[in-house]
Every structure is written in C-alpha cells, then in structure tokens.
C-alpha cells in the first residue's frame, strides 16, 4: 500500500470511478479498494463503503442495490454499486 492517509485516497477513487463509467453505469466499492489497496482491499471494504456513505449524502453519488437507489443511512445488506447521480 502507498503511504499517506487512505480515506482521501479511496474518496479520490470512489468518484473517478464513478465519474469514468457515467451515470448510466456503476463501479463497486471493491474497484475503489482495490486501486489504493492492491493486495490488502479486503481491509479498506468496511471505510470504502463508509465513504461511499458520506458521497451519497452529499449528493456526489448514488448508491444502488439491484438497480434501485437506496438510502445512505439505511442498513445494506448484500452488494451495493455506486454511480454517479443522475
């Protein structure tokens, strides 16, 4: 992993993603977490989904379940896609 702090790292990843696929196409937080991460992803999954969290309500992104927009504060349960908002 590249030194320095790893939130605005995946921050970064999570809306260039989500920026280079467009609104009518998603990326997964794995994606995000793998960029910064390499082999160590696994470990940045529970603040990548964080970060994502903190995108949706601010109205960055949105986040979907199944191809419907679900509620950031709401409790997730299976995969979720993030996209940017339409």
């Given at each position: 992993?590249?030194?320095?702090?790893?939130?605005?790292r995946?921050?970064?990843?999570?809306?260039?993603?989500?920026?280079?696929?467009?609104?009518?196409?998603s990326?997964?937080?794995?994606?995000?977490?793998?960029?910064?991460?390499?082999?160590?992803?696994?470990?940045?999954?529970?603040?990548?989904?964080?970060?994502?969290?903190?995108?949706?309500?601010?109205?960055?992104?949105?986040?979907?379940?199944?191809?419907?927009?679900?509620?950031?504060?709401?409790t997730w349960?299976?995969?979720?896609?993030?996209r940017?908002?339409?």
């Amino acid at each position: 992993m590249n030194d320095g702090p790893v939130g605005p790292r995946l921050r970064s990843a999570i809306l260039a993603l989500a920026r280079h696929r467009g609104p009518d196409s998603s990326t997964c937080p794995s994606d995000a977490a793998r960029a910064v991460g390499g082999e160590d992803w696994r470990a940045l999954m529970d603040e990548a989904r964080e970060i994502a969290r903190e995108l949706a309500r601010s109205g960055a992104v949105e986040i979907t379940q199944r191809g419907a927009v679900v509620d950031p504060d709401a409790t997730w349960r299976g995969p979720i896609r993030i996209r940017t908002t339409r």
